[in-house]
């Protein structure tokens, strides 16, 4: 009889997954009616009514994480981590309605400065009354937005752009420096904020700004392939996603500021920069050298391209000769792939040469004939280069004993 009573008894874990249930829905709807009720009726709350209203749900979303302190629990611990982005939430509410009696924060960049203080402050106590990954990213994030608002308050965009840089390059350091359980949460907040940054302070500073951008996103990649250990998987990855997401942020605002005046100039640099990662790839100086020489091949023809802005001579000569020696480069075994982008890089300039070098009606089957014959001889080297591969591979055969 004990054991049947006991075996209908409903398990911890069981009730701690229905306990998290109940709260997130709990926790959702009624913040969601605070917020439709603070928009219909918050400008007839006095000042009292608006502090109270805010400070007492930030104190009780509090508590209520303090309460559940089980940490064999993982649904507790989201659940504790859950209430208080609640409650950091509700005192950045707090902190606007005191900045706006008391501090005159009535423009945005006070405003906002007022409202990442509250927020860092908040963050900043529940992360070091029990670490937690959202307190983390509330708390860095703030103290990089609230950098920056207080740049912008003092003196301009770009200012304001710079500090947040300057904060996201040391979150990066600290995350390369210290050994911590969530660094990879340091350094993807400092990667973002460094390319915001140079995004933000390029409204007054376009052309500094921008190249900062790009070098930042590059930097980024570089670390994520070559100096970030194999064990920092997940600070490697961060890396890599948050410097592509920069590079397409970034790279084409930059060329097209600087190709309108330096566009043989802007092209040289983005291709140098390309075939620095294809050497960079084939002296295995990075994890994945594959992958490395193919965005560099790739990042070459563009450069190449972006010349044709200013010179159509020096773009089709020089593009039409770097895809040449990308195909060349690509009978390496394990870089087939810069082949296939040199192959695409002849498509691409021979007819565009054909075009500039001999204008007129007579040119298009001229065009037409050069790329069937490009196109024939792509199929025929990437098959010769398949074969190659196969032939490389060593067949592993069986070993007699001996007699």
């Known amino acids: 009889m004990g054991a049947t009573s006991s075996s209908m008894l409903p398990r911890p874990r069981r009730m701690a997954a229905v306990a998290e249930g ?40 509090a508590f209520g994480g303090l309460v559940i302190s089980d ?62 990954a959202l307190q ?68 007054e500073w376009a052309g500094a700004a921008l190249l900062v951008g790009v070098a930042s996103s590059v930097s980024l990649i570089f670390l994520a392939s070559m100096f970030i250990g194999p064990n920092d998987a997940v600070l490697r990855v961060s890396f890599t996603v948050v410097g592509v997401w920069g590079m397409v942020q970034c790279t084409p605002p930059a060329i097209a500021h600087y190709a309108e005046e330096a566009g043989v100039n802007t092209g040289l640099v983005v291709s140098i920069l390309g075939i620095l990662l294809v050497l960079a790839g084939f002296a295995d100086l990075t994890i994945s ?16 391209a972006i010349t044709g802005v200013e010179s159509e001579d020096f773009a089709t000569i020089y593009g039409g000769a770097l895809a040449v020696l990308l195909v060349a480069a690509g009978t390496t075994p394990g870089h087939l792939l810069v082949a296939v982008s040199g192959l695409v890089g002849l498509t691409v300039f021979v007819p565009w040469g054909i075009a500039h070098f001999f204008p007129g009606e007579g040119r298009a089957p001229l065009i037409v004939l050069v790329v ?6 792509s199929g025929v080297l990437l098959w010769w280069l398949a074969r190659s591969g196969s032939r490389r591979v ?9 007699l």
């Open 22 to 61: 109940l709260a997130y829905v709990g926790g959702i709807l009624g913040v969601l009616g605070l917020v439709l009720f603070a928009v219909r009726s918050w400008n007839d709350f006095s000042l009292f009514a608006r502090l109270t209203l805010s400070g007492a749900s930030a104190a009780v979303l």
């Open 71 to 132: 940490e064999r629990q993982p649904a507790s611990v989201r659940l504790r981590q859950f209430l208080w982005s609640g409650s950091t939430a509700c005192m950045g509410v707090a902190s606007f309605v005191a900045g706006e009696e008391w501090l005159n924060a009535t423009e945005d960049p006070r405003r906002v400065a007022v409202i990442a203080a509250g927020v860092a402050l908040a963050s900043g106590v529940f992360w070091w009354w029990r670490s937690g």
């Open 136 to 203: 983390h990213v509330s708390g860095l994030a703030a103290v990089a937005v609230g950098t920056g608002a207080v740049a912008y308050e003092i003196w301009d965009a770009g200012a304001a752009g710079a500090a947040v840089w300057l904060v996201g390059v040391g979150y990066v350091w600290v995350a390369l420096t210290l050994e911590e359980a969530g660094n990879w949460i340091t350094g993807t907040l400092g990667g973002i904020a460094a390319v915001s940054g140079a995004l933000f302070g390029a409204q």
């Open 289 to 304: 050298g594959g992958a490395t020489t193919a965005i560099g091949a790739i990042a070459a023809l563009a450069g190449a």
């Open 372 to 377: 069937g014959i490009l196109i024939a001889l």
């Open 394 to 402: 060593p067949i592993a055969t069986a070993r007699l004993p001996e």
